[in-house]
């Protein structure tokens, strides 16, 4: 009987180490403070470029877009934000956008600053969007616009990438 009950615990610690093993887990929250929390990986639904109509971003058919326009870059549901001790989240922007040869043209960090840090219905960023402005000047050709979104609570961070040409 006593190894029957020996085994089962073998067993069943098996199991139990096994199954903690297989997923994810951070163990320290924004503050410091030790915690085991799952974690879930941020996650876009959709992201394209366009020009804001004043109301909404229309996304772009071919990604070519003229002088002196607006290139926005527009995600619609930003999924896997952790929520903070405080019971917010807090997400951020980064952008960067480089010529053909690979060039910085333009970046900006922490778009949204204290603003990202609140609450967004079930978790999820609905379609939040950021800019870049060309002028008459800026060369025609082939650029590269990269996005950054940060969980600033966990310290994840996704990049996306879109390709457009500037005519």
Known sequence: MKRIVTYFFAVSLLLFTYSCSNSETDTTDYDGKDSLTEVEKLDVEKYYLGLY?????????NNIFH?????????ENVTGLQKGADDLYYIDLSLEVKNELGELVASHSDVYG??????????VVKQPFVFFATDAEMPIGSYIFTLEIHDKVVKDSIILNKEFILE
């Open 67 to 75: 002088r002196g326009d607006k290139v926005y870059f527009s995600l």
């Open 114 to 123: 204290d603003k990202g840090h609140r609450d967004f219905e079930q978790g």
């Open 53 to 61: 109509d004043g109301k909404d971003v229309l996304e772009s058919d």
